[in-house]
RNA sequence: GGAGAGAUGGCCGAGUGGUCGAAGGCGCUCCCCUGCUAAGGGAGUAUAGGCUCAAAAAGCUUAUCGAGGGUUCGAAUCCCUCUCUCUCCGCCA
């Protein structure tokens, strides 16, 4: 969420910037509203201050046994007339924070500007490719051909997009979490953390999955109140009908978290915290749940876009001087992996267009994939700036002064199943076999090599 | 799932319709006193928003006592709904 004051100041400016994430700010809507809720705000509170001022004077009369008909007659007539005022306030403001929560954030000043990801910049590389003397397969024909990997039976279990792993393969695969969690935890300062995989709309709200972005999400509807269930029951039959509440079911329901972003964050939300307790470094290990609508026909073999799928996800809560620092710092973790892994790279400085939409920048790490012949996202690291700490109203209290809004910097570091991808594919031998990276032998018990 | 108790400021805790953003204590900050890592005295100590203002400062003002709604001129206090926490029983990895 961007500051409404800058709104306020400054809207031609922040539509300008915006467009050049082609996100077209409703400028109109937005200052007819605005500018009714100054009317209204002000209308209301007016209201409000001479009810209280009655009410004050009612209260001193009356424990000086005084008659007070008077001042009663005098505010008789404010009720209605709050009320109507207090409802339409509500209602505009309601509107205007509806508009704000899907305004994406504002680029950096560092981020390249383009219309799509061929505007991307590279920022790095690290590593050569290795040269292969034979025909090099994907990791679908890799896997399958050492009897370790399933997507027919995955298919029958659940549907497309999911996978099933056996044997080494799923090993290697529990391997390269533990390796991720070891690294940053024992070498980069990060504490580890083992988080809900269901969350509220709250906390998807919190780091801007929600409102706008729900079709993405796995939902878990609860059942209850306002269902079928109750009612059939004649007194919660009564109890519905005259009820009050204004009770919405789908705020209750519970989703899937689609990456530990999404917990981690949301750790700080409705908080302030210390100043020495900064810089807060997470990270953890969870599966992730994407409902993958509108990506239909992408990548739709292999284990590259999966349903579920398991991360090792990276966060700092930071001071707001130092969250460029960490966001350099943070991609450097995750690029760590992938060179103890032996995988070559590279990093992308995401152009305004493709960036997401909580983030000021963005760095794409991108491992190499040979039978692709291309880099794939393997990694995505953002500074979210303030955006997301408005949302989850995350503030650290300062030496002097008001307390101030954070800055949330997140990463993966990495997805584990297409580094596993990356390591079927590059570390394959002629005969179908796969040499394990040796930063992963004790993690596997000393195997070196999957084979069939 | 059944029965009961509860939710107040950083913490503890008072407050059952009126001047309460909230007594008191603890903690914290600053000052004073004290020649010694103690004790005492004083002051301060929630958050968000709006308006006036070029801005700052300042002033005025609104909201918030788990959340939402209601009753009332007026609600931390009364009523309704929900959420969460705790205790006992049941079930359970």
């Avoid at 109109?28 to 009714?36: D, R």
Wanted: net charge negative; glycine share 6%; with cysteine.
């Amino acid at each position: 969420m961007l500051d409404i004051q800058l709104l306020r100041t400054d809207l031609a400016h922040v539509a300008r910037v915006l467009a050049t994430r082609n996100y077209i700010f409703p400028t109109t809507e937005f200052s007819a509203l605005e500018a009714e809720r100054k009317n209204l705000q002000t209308y209301t509170e007016e209201l409000q201050a001479r009810r209280n001022a009655a009410s004050r004077q009612i209260g001193n009369a009356k424990s000086r046994g005084e008659d007070v008909s008077s001042i009663l007659a005098e505010v008789a007539s404010l009720g209605d007339e709050l009320r109507q005022a207090e409802a339409q306030l509500q209602k505009t403001q309601a509107a205007l924070q509806q508009i704000l929560l899907q305004i994406p954030n504002l680029p950096h000043s560092s981020v390249p500007e383009g219309i799509n990801e061929a505007d991307n910049r590279e920022v790095r590389r690290w590593g050569t490719p290795r040269a292969f003397d034979f025909m090099v397969r994907d990791h679908v024909s890799i896997g399958e051909g050492l009897g370790l990997l399933d997507f027919p039976t995955a298919t029958k279990l659940s549907g497309a997009r999911f996978s099933l792993m056996t044997g080494a393969l799923a090993r290697l695969h529990r391997a390269l979490a533990q390796f991720m969690l070891d690294t940053h935890t024992q070498e980069h300062g990060y504490t580890e953390a083992y988080v809900p995989y269901l969350v509220n709309a709250e906390s998807l709200r919190g780091t801007g999955q929600l409102p706008k972005f729900k079709e993405d999400l796995f939902e878990i509807p609860r059942k209850k109140a306002g269902s079928v269930e109750v009612l059939s029951g004649q007194e919660n039959y009564q109890d519905a009908l005259t009820s009050n509440s204004t009770y919405q079911p789908e705020d209750d329901d519970l989703y899937l978290i689609p990456t530990a972003e999404v917990p981690l964050s949301n750790m700080v939300r409705d908080r302030i915290v210390a100043l020495e307790s900064l810089p807060i470094k997470l990270t953890a290990h969870t599966p992730c749940f994407r409902s993958e609508a509108g990506s239909y026909g992408r990548d739709t073999r292999g284990m590259i876009r999966q349903h579920q799928f398991e991360k090792v996800e990276l966060v700092q809560i930071v001071h707001p001087q130092h969250s460029y620092e960490a966001l350099e710092e943070l991609t450097g973790h995750a690029e760590t992996i992938l060179q103890k892994l032996e995988l070559p790279y590279r990093v992308m400085a995401l152009c305004t267009a493709d960036m997401g939409f909580s983030a000021a920048k963005t760095y794409d790490i991108e491992v190499w994939l040979p039978e692709q012949n291309a880099f794939r996202e393997i990694s995505s690291c953002s500074n979210c700036e303030a955006f997301q700490a408005r949302r989850m109203q995350a503030r650290f209290r300062k030496e002097k002064g008001k307390p101030e809004l954070l800055h949330t910097i997140n990463g993966s570091g990495l997805a584990v199943g297409r580094t596993l991808v990356a390591i079927l594919e590059n570390f394959q031998n002629s005969d179908g076999s796969v040499s394990i990276p040796e930063i992963l032998h004790p993690y596997m018990g000393g195997l070196v090599r999957l084979t069939a």
